[in-house]
T-cell receptor, first 114, second 117 residues
Framework: AQSVTQLGSHVSVSEGALVLLRCNYSSSVPPYLFWYVQYPNQGLQLLLKYTSAATLVKGINGFEAEFKKSETSFHLTKPSAHMSDAAEYFCAVSEGTGANNLFFGTGTRLTVIP | GAVVSQHPSRVICKSGTSVKIECRSLDFQATTMFWYRQFPKQSLMLMATSNEGSKATYEQGVEKDKFLINHASLTLSTLTVTSAHPEDSSFYIC?????????????FGPGTRLTVL
């Protein structure tokens, strides 16, 4: 069965500092992995996704994530935080082509300190 | 492309009434749609999965008679909260999968804030 663990429910960084949001997954088959961002009272917006192509995935707004099979991780990074990055971030996993469900982590709230 | 809309964005109703929430895929055919519920400061909880023309599949613990889901066309799914009570107050989010894609990505609607008085 799939599951996702996001370490750290809250992360605070200074504006301009590195952002690192952690995500570890478990899956019995090669996974598809996603990072979504949610702003207050809004739906989820896709930041990036891994679907078995390049292990380093670049997304929108300067974010990227690296799929590391040996570590079962898919951590999200951004070199320099911006105030507008403050939001809730969700990592999700789904198993293989055609699988319906996404399994979400519990989310990480990112605060950016000016 | 790949836009999902939800209506209404906010609804306030009295206890005992029913509320219908619509989820539409605007520029693609959504073979599968999902309904999630999100409590404050928590993750998304999948309530049910619906395939066009079929009965919805509900997750364990979700009352199918309470949360009626209809997916009558490839662009529209509805969630009806029947006989709503204050504990049903929550943020409801729908998502949709594009049947022509194989990457399992779900496209999310903007959510509906339901408040039951």
């Amino acid at each position: 069965a799939q599951s996702v663990t996001q370490l750290g429910s809250h992360v605070s960084v200074s504006e301009g500092a590195l952002v690192l949001l952690r995500c570890n997954y478990s899956s019995s088959v090669p996974p598809y992995l996603f990072w979504y961002v949610q702003y207050p009272n809004q739906g989820l917006q896709l930041l990036l996704k891994y679907t078995s192509a390049a292990t380093l995935v670049k997304g929108i707004n300067g974010f990227e994530a690296e799929f590391k099979k040996s570590e079962t991780s898919f951590h999200l990074t951004k070199p320099s935080a911006h105030m507008s990055d403050a939001a809730e971030y969700f990592c999700a996993v789904s198993e293989g082509t055609g699988a319906n469900n996404l399994f979400f982590g519990t989310g990480t709230r990112l605060t950016v300190i000016p | 492309g790949a836009v999902v809309s939800q209506h209404p964005s906010r609804v306030i109703c009295k206890s005992g009434t029913s509320v219908k929430i619509e989820c539409r895929s605007l520029d693609f055919q959504a073979t599968t749609m999902f309904w999630y519920r999100q409590f404050p400061k928590q993750s998304l909880m999948l309530m049910a999965t619906s395939n066009e023309g079929s009965k919805a599949t509900y997750e364990q613990g979700v009352e199918k008679d309470k949360f009626l889901i209809n997916h009558a066309s490839l662009t529209l799914s509805t969630l009806t909260v029947t006989s709503a009570h204050p504990e049903d107050s929550s943020f409801y989010i729908c998502s949709a999968r594009d049947g022509s894609r194989t990457d399992n990505e779900q496209f999310f609607g903007p959510g509906t804030r339901l408040t039951v008085l």
